[in-house]
């Protein structure tokens, strides 16, 4: 099972930089002045948390809710979008007992890479949401 030790040994692998900010929570600074990434050691598990945008309050989001659902069936590799607490989120679990390097690099890359490409729709999306 992947410790916090090897947790953070991973993070310094991947030369990203990061800081603990509770027990077993950290937020990982991405390269590219990319979100901030939550990536938080809860054994059985290690949730990875991406804040994509707040969504705004009243609005027809029908047509961004069909997107992104689209998007985690056909080109979100690791992890799904989700809605927490009215943000728009990436979010990912994985299982700290068959963890590895590489796993854990290509869901934090994975959901970079999603948040980056995908950005530019999802806000036009939700903009044309609250005219509508």
Do not use: C
Request: aromatic letters at 6%; hydrophobic letters at 40%; charged letters at 25%.
């Amino acid at each position: 099972m992947v410790t916090r030790d090897d947790l953070e040994s991973f993070l310094i692998r991947m030369d990203l930089d990061f800081n603990e900010v509770d027990d077993g929570m950290y937020i990982v600074h991405t390269p590219n002045d990319g979100p901030p990434v939550v990536v938080h050691h809860s054994p059985p598990l290690l949730l990875v948390r991406l804040k994509v945008m707040d969504l705004p309050e009243s609005s027809d989001l029908q047509e961004l809710y069909r997107t992104l659902l689209v998007w985690n069936a056909t080109d979100v590799v690791h992890g799904a979008y989700g809605i927490e607490e009215g943000d728009l989120v990436l979010t990912d679990t994985l299982e700290l007992g068959t963890l590895d390097f590489p796993e854990l690099q290509a869901s934090l890359e994975s959901m970079q890479m999603a948040a980056s490409s995908h950005i530019e729709t999802i806000k036009s999306l939700a903009a044309a949401g609250q005219e509508g």
